[in-house]
């Protein structure tokens, strides 16, 4: 049991830090969109990388280098990029609450779920090397308690980030509200670019 606690409150210390990916899980609670499907998602891909921290940790460990981390931020500006002019594009509607968000496709939504969380280097950081290395000396079973933990705080995590935002979402019912959501996420995206590109030429 304690192997377990110790993962849970060893990821979730990890997931809990504001990034990308949890603004857009808090976004899509608040507009009340495919909440459990990103939820999920996120979940899911955070269960699949810790499993493969724990026991394959050091077989990754050898081929993510700086380079492959140069790649993967590359593709995360431009994806951010990406977000980010949808997103002013979205700002300058008049019809942005009322009908906007009907929408988005599903298929839409996984991608973009899916781009926030593989895209992003810290998620494979956080899981499948701090992870991966903190329990490289555990035995078997204790991996597998620890693994259990951590990706139990990822799902309590997720859904209930998702979950409180959608609760939270009778309290943003106007244009006015989600225009000022949107600016705040236009903001926070922008920063976090720039803070990559500070953390590559660094």
Known sequence: MEYVLLGFFTGLSLILAIGAQNIFVIEQGLKKQYVFLVCLICSISDLLLIIIGIFIFHYFNQYFNEKVELIFNLLLILFLIYFIYTKIKTHYSEIYFNNKLKKISKLNIIFKTLGFTYLNPHVYSDTVFFLGNFS?????????????????????????????????????????????????????????ILYIVKEMVS
């Open 136 to 192: 490289k000396n555990y035995e078997l079973n204790q991996k597998i308690f620890f693994g259990a933990g951590a990706s139990i705080a990822s799902f309590v995590f997720f859904f209930g980030l998702g979950y409180l935002s959608n609760y939270l979402s009778k309290y943003a019912k106007s244009n006015h509200i989600w225009k000022i959501i949107n600016i705040f996420i236009i903001t926070f995206m922008s920063i976090l």
